[in-house]
C-alpha cells in the first residue's frame, strides 16, 4: 500500500505548490461534480464499494465507480517515460469505435461517478472525442480527459466545451520551452499556450463554467525551479486550478535516476534515503475502479499497457461477470487481512503485490 508518510508528503507539496484560492476551487468543482453525478443507486453502491475495500472482500456486491477508458493509445508526443513515446507500447496500435464506446458506456452507466478518457494516448487525437463524451455526460457520467493540448483550433475548443466535458487536465511540464521539451518531447509550450488561452476564449463565450481547466506538472530535476513561474503563467491565462505531481520511473535504473529525479526529495514520489527505491501504488482500484483499452482488453490499473495481463475484454463478456470472475478474485486476495492468499488462477496482480515495475510490465 501506498506508504502514509509519502502520501502526507506529497499532499503538502501540491497544496504549497497551489494558491489557496485554487485549492478552493478544486475542492468546491470536486464536491460539485460528485453531487451532480450522484443518484441512489450511484450513492448505496458507492458507500458498498466503500465499506467492501475496508473489508478487503474477495467476492463484491458493489461495482467500481472510476473508470479508465483509453479511446485509443497513440500519441504526438514522445515523451522518454512513456511506452507510447518510447515505442515500446506493447497493445497493438488502434482506436475504440464509437459503437464500442456506447457499449461500454451502457454497462458502466448506472454506478459510475467518473469516467477519464485517458491512459497511454492522447485522447484530443481520437475525431469522435467529442461525440463519446457528449454519449457519457448525457447518461450521467462524470467525463475527463488529459491533454497534451499540442493539437487543438477553435473548433475543437468550442466543441470541447459544448460536449458537457467535466474536466480538462492540461499537462505542462515547464515555465521555459527548454525546460517543457526535456519531458513532453516533439511538444512547443507556446503553442500550448495558446491553445488553452483559446479554450478558456470559447468557455468564456458560451458562458459556462465548465469544464474545469487544471494544469497539472510534472515535477523532475529540469523543471522543479520553474513551478511558481508556470503557476502564475496559466493563472493569468484564466485557468481555473494548478498542481504538481511526482513524475514515475523505473527506480531500479540509475540512468532513470540520475536524469530525472528533482534534488528537492519533498518533490519526488520515492525515498532518497531508502535502500531499495520502488514504485507503490494503493490498489484501491481491485474495489473502485478498472481501466479499460481501446480494444475492450480490461486491465486491473492503470499502470498496465500489456495485452497478456488483461483479465478479460469487456466487448465480449458483462463487465459485472468478469467483476466477480476468477482473475479479479485471485488479484483482491493478494490484499487480504493478515497478508495474501491464494486464488483460483495467478494474475499480474499476484506478482506485483502493489510495487509495480513501471516500464517492465
Known sequence: ML????????????????????????????????????????????????VERALRREHLWGMPYRFHVDTLNACNLRCPLCPTGLGTLQRPRGKMSIEQFRHVVDQIAPYAYYLNLYNWGEPLLHPEICDMIRYATDKGITVSISSNLNRMDEALAGKLVESGLSELIVSIDGASQAAYEKYRRGGRLSVVLENLSRLVEARRRSHR?????????????????????????????GVDSFTTHPLFIDPRNPEHRQEWLPEDESKSFY???AETMENTWDCA??????????????????????PAHDIANVLETPLRTIWNGDAYISSRRV????????????????????????LTY
Open 3 to 50: 506508504n502514509v508518510a509519502r502520501s502526507k508528503r506529497l499532499i503538502i507539496t501540491r497544496l504549497t505548490n497551489r494558491k489557496p484560492s485554487q485549492t478552493g476551487r478544486l475542492l468546491w468543482f470536486n464536491t460539485m461534480r460528485f453531487l451532480r453525478a450522484s443518484t441512489p443507486r450511484k450513492l448505496a453502491n458507492f458507500g458498498v464499494v466503500k
Open 271 to 273: 525515498d532518497y534515503s
Open 285 to 306: 482500484d481491485l474495489w473502485e475502479s478498472c481501466t479499460i483499452n481501446w480494444d475492450g482488453g480490461l486491465a486491473p490499473c492503470c499502470w498496465l499497457q500489456n
Open 335 to 358: 490484499f487480504s487481512v493478515g497478508g495474501p492468499k491464494a486464488g483460483p488462477q495467478k494474475t499480474i496482480c499476484t506478482k506485483c503485490r502493489g510495487r509495480p515495475e513501471y
Open 209 to 237: 463554467s465548465a469544464p474545469f481547466i487544471l494544469v497539472r506538472m510534472l515535477i523532475h530535476k529540469h523543471n522543479e525551479h520553474e513551478i511558481a513561474a508556470l503557476r502564475g503563467t496559466v493563472t493569468a491565462l
